[in-house]
């Protein structure tokens, strides 16, 4: 801090090399007393270089307040009790308000007009027990093990009425006419991937290694998955969120094979927002496929499906189920992130209608 403090106090030239030099050599005094390498320093200011948004380059508070001690700096009491005083940063609202045509309306039930019986069936949904799923779940695997892409085609044809495909897979690099958009709905997605990718770059750690005794050095480091399929659900709604939540991790990660599977419209093609996020993380395919079956396609491969090393992404109770069977299975040596719980909000508004 001393050393600090005369860099601070210096203005010529030849006097502020001298500090600059003093601060240089406590510093890495305070690197080697830590077993911190110059190595870890770099890759600290590498992180930097990155585009990773930081505050503007004030001082703290605790800096910035009237010097009232022996040292000049304020006291750490003092300084908590400014930024409490300062309050939480301002929000600043970028969306637009909604006009009257795009605003989505809630259906309201009041509870005391509603039976018994009518308040089961509101709070009901369409879940079928594990013991129902599974058969169906398995054997869709087994075929799809046992019958590649014939049985992709088989089964995107009978549950997304895509009659016409005549590969189940559509590969790198996609054609630009599958990636037709507004402008405007293209900048919406490059803003939400450079977030997404900047949040992710943030997290990447440098290797770790800590010296427990003489002799014992223990390490901690990452290494990405070389191949990874991510599935993105398409059946009610289509989610390019999904594929950015699940895409750009994988690509900050290092995942040499990234592929893509989810479910085709009925005349075969793929939503253009999800291959053009696709194109942007470098995904080598897309299986045109969902369900219970593009998970097992993932897990064993295909003809023209790679088999891949661990499956993420949401989906249905089919999906979940498929996700469960391929990783206790060990003959297909592949790993699924957590198994995916419902996506559903329900809204109680209590109100006292005394009038």
């Not at 080697?32 to 503007?56: F, G």
Request: aromatic share 6%; with cysteine.
């Amino acid at each position: 801090m001393e050393e600090a403090d005369e860099v601070c106090d210096a203005s010529e030239p030849k006097d502020i090399a001298w500090e600059v030099a003093d601060l240089m050599f406590f510093a890495l005094t305070k690197c080697v007393a830590n077993n911190v390498s110059l190595a870890d320093v770099e890759a600290q200011l590498n992180k930097r270089a990155k585009k990773i948004t930081r505050r503007k380059g004030d001082a703290k508070p605790k800096w910035t307040a009237p010097q009232n001690n022996a040292k000049g700096s304020m006291s750490e009491g003092t300084a908590v009790e400014k930024a409490e005083k300062l309050g939480d940063a301002p929000v600043t609202k970028t969306l637009p308000p909604s006009s009257e045509g795009t605003r989505i309306k809630m259906r309201v039930y009041q509870s005391k007009s509603l039976s018994s019986k009518e308040r089961s069936a509101l709070l009901s949904r369409p879940i079928q027990t594990t013991a129902q799923i599974m058969p169906i779940v398995q054997s869709i695997i087994d075929a799809v093990k046992s019958r590649g892409d014939a049985a992709l085609l088989e089964y995107t044809a009978k549950f997304e009425k895509a009659t016409n495909l005549k590969t189940p897979t559509l590969k790198a690099p996609f054609p630009a006419e599958l990636m037709t958009l507004p402008d405007s709905t293209k900048k919406a997605i490059d803003v939400a991937f450079e977030n997404i990718r900047t949040f992710h770059a943030a997290q990447l750690d440098t290797p770790k290694h800590v010296q427990t005794m003489p002799g014992i050095t223990c390490s901690r480091f990452a290494r990405p998955i070389e191949r990874v399929g991510l599935y993105v659900p398409g059946g009610t709604a289509v989610l390019p969120s999904t594929a950015m939540m699940l895409g750009v991790p994988a690509l900050v990660a290092g995942c040499k094979n990234i592929q893509f599977a989810t479910p085709p419209r009925s005349d075969g093609t793929v939503v253009p927002e999800i291959v053009y996020i696709a194109s942007k993380v470098g995904a080598t395919g897309i299986v045109l496929a969902g369900g219970a079956q593009a998970v097992a396609a993932m897990a064993y491969g295909t003809e023209t499906v790679e088999k891949c090393d661990k499956i993420f992404g949401p989906g249905n109770q089919f999906v979940t189920a498929a996700k469960m069977c391929v990783q206790s299975d060990a003959a297909a040596l592949v790993g699924v992130d957590l198994p995916a719980g419902p996506s559903e909000v329900l809204v109680f508004l209590l109100t006292n209608f005394e009038n």
